[in-house]
């Protein structure tokens, strides 16, 4: 029998309900997985950005460069979520009544003003390179393009293993799967110029990645952001509270009983 059996022992194995999206089997996924998966990601991303700048000035190419920068998001992503992960686990005290639960909001917001940033910035290089193109060595960025794919895809089955309920975590999910499909766009341009020496699809492959940042990044500022909008509950809205008052004529009148 399992934890859940011995929870529910009138209702057999494996009879009992779940919660509705749950299939009974994900009772594992806590914080301290979440923090494991997380770091094993990190280190395959940090590991690879290091090689991947190397390269990228090494065969003068944009894309890779650009690649690298999101990669850098990816990596500040994943630190960010460990650290915001850490925070939401202490305790309310004072006068914070929520505890630190809002930090991993602030993270994704954060990892989307860089994306903003640095897709500004590729962007403005892209364009310049379009109109005076620069040599590029197809076979660096093809080979490069390639280990990125496959890092890319190990780091997303890992991340995929954690809580996606959380949202740093979904956060950085969705910043792997955005350089997943960036480098699919490099390895492509890396062909192309190859086959035909067009050395202007690195930029197009740039400005590509530069879309796909500008999708990441709406998605860590705007969605995150309704969060720290909600209006407090009902009963404690400081402008029903104040109405509700004794004092106040909308409170019921008070009633006696006088005997005889």
């Known amino acids: 029998m399992t934890d859940c059996d011995n929870a529910h022992p009138e209702s ?8 509705r999206g749950t299939d009974g089997h994900n009772h594992g996924v806590t914080a301290s997985s979440d923090s494991r998966y997380i770091t094993i990601a ?3 991303i940090v ?3 290091v090689f991947e700048v190397i390269m990228a000035f090494a065969g003068h190419s944009l894309a890779l460069l650009a690649d690298a920068g999101h990669m850098l998001t990816d990596a500040g992503a994943l630190g960010a979520s460990l650290l915001a992960i850490r925070l939401a686990r202490q305790p309310a005290s004072g006068a914070w009544t929520f505890g630190f639960k809002r930090a991993e909001v602030l993270s994704a917001q954060a990892n989307g003003i860089t994306l903003l ?6 962007a403005f290089e892209a364009i310049s ?8 060595t197809g076979g660096i960025v093809v080979a490069v393009a390639a280990v990125g794919v496959a890092v890319n895809v190990a780091a997303t089955w890992v991340l995929a293993r954690a809580n996606r309920g959380s949202v740093n975590v979904r956060g950085a999910f969705a910043h792997i799967i955005t350089d997943l499909y960036g480098f699919i766009g490099t390895l492509v341009a890396g062909i192309v110029i190859i086959i035909t020496g067009f050395e202007r699809a690195d930029s197009i492959a740039s400005l590509i990645v530069v879309g ?7 998605g860590c500022c705007a969605r995150p952001a309704g969060s720290c909008w909600k209006p407090p509950p009902r009963a404690t809205h400081p402008a029903r509270s104040s109405r509700r008052s004794p004092a106040s004529p909308a409170s019921p009148p008070s009633t006696t009983c006088t005997s005889g």
């Not at 940033?117 to 590729?122: G, K, N, Q, R, T």
């Not at 390179?129 to 590029?136: A, T, Y």
């Not at 796909?212 to 709406?218: D, E, G, N, Q, T």
Request: proline share 11%; no cysteine; glycine share 8%.
């Open 117 to 122: 940033v640095i897709s500004a910035l590729v």
């Open 42 to 44: 990190l280190g395959l």
């Open 47 to 49: 590991g690879f950005l």
């Open 129 to 136: 390179r379009l109109i005076h193109p620069l040599p590029v």
């Open 12 to 19: 057999g194995p494996h009879q009992h309900e779940h919660p």
């Open 212 to 218: 796909l940042m500008l999708r990441a990044a709406w």
